[in-house]
């Protein structure tokens, strides 16, 4: 069973970048497609992006081209760098594989979750 | 973008109890529909893909059902390890949309 793991600052002042990682183990970051989803705390889920492993990349018109997720195939690892924070984006950030077979949309492997807290 | 909403927003049932969790989206979606279940604490886990099929290694006393605009969710025989949250999640239309969330607990 694929294993994903974000690492990254827990604390991040306003205006300032967001940098995550999720590390794929257990399993290729190649033939699938990887995903950022938050939640903000006491809140619901929030879809970020997505990237293949080819590097195609869709996000949430929402965060208004503030985000931008990358791949590393030679580390099995994908980023997320999310600019000009504000207090609103402090959420616990979950990177998730989301499976196209059969043309189905499946969220079938998450990380545990990273907690962001954005504030000077 | 698809508005997705749930009813109700959270609900009590005894252990044993049928549980139905209704899902609508505000456009025609297909089947593309998803639940996931939400534990305290925990990343959601995906149980109902594509409306009705049940992921592996779910048991089968969830279930999923509907088309269109309207869904439903039910959990045929409550269990106590059941008590979380329940999200439905639409894939039809970009961007991916989230309803807010079914809080289930214990009566």
């Known amino acids: 069973q694929v294993q994903l793991q974000e690492s990254g600052p827990g604390l991040v002042r306003p205006s300032e970048t967001l940098s995550l990682t999720c590390t794929v183990s257990?399993?290729?970051?190649?033939?699938?497609?990887w995903s950022w989803i938050r939640q903000p705390p006491g809140k619901g889920l929030e879809w970020i992006g997505y990237?293949?492993?080819?590097?195609?990349?869709s996000y949430n018109p929402s965060l208004k081209s503030r985000a931008t997720i990358s791949v590393d195939t030679s580390r099995d690892h994908f980023s997320l760098r999310l600019s000009s924070l504000t207090a609103a984006d402090t959420a616990v950030y979950y990177c998730?594989?989301?499976?196209?077979?059969?043309?189905?949309?499946?969220?079938?492997?998450w990380g545990q979750g990273a907690l962001v807290t954005v504030s000077s | 973008d698809i508005q997705m909403t749930q009813s109700p927003s959270s609900l009590s049932a005894s252990v044993g109890d049928r549980v139905t969790v209704t899902c609508q989206a505000t456009?025609?979606?297909?089947?593309?529909l998803n639940w996931f279940q939400q534990k305290p604490g925990k990343a959601p886990k995906l149980l109902i893909y594509?409306?009705?099929n049940l992921e592996i290694g779910v048991p089968s006393r969830f279930s999923g059902s509907g088309s269109g605009t309207d869904f439903t969710f039910t959990i045929s025989s409550l269990q106590p390890e059941d008590i979380a949250t329940y999200y439905c999640?639409?894939?039809?239309?970009?961007?991916?949309?989230f309803g807010p969330g079914t809080k289930v607990d214990i009566k």
């Open positions: 998730t594989r989301l499976n196209r077979t059969g043309g189905y949309h499946r969220f079938d492997s």
């Open positions: 456009q025609d979606i297909s089947t593309y």
């Open positions: 594509d409306a009705s």
């Open positions: 999640q639409q894939y039809n239309h970009l961007p991916i949309t």
């Open positions: 990237i293949h492993y080819t590097g195609s990349t």
């Open positions: 257990r399993g290729s970051i190649s033939g699938f497609f």
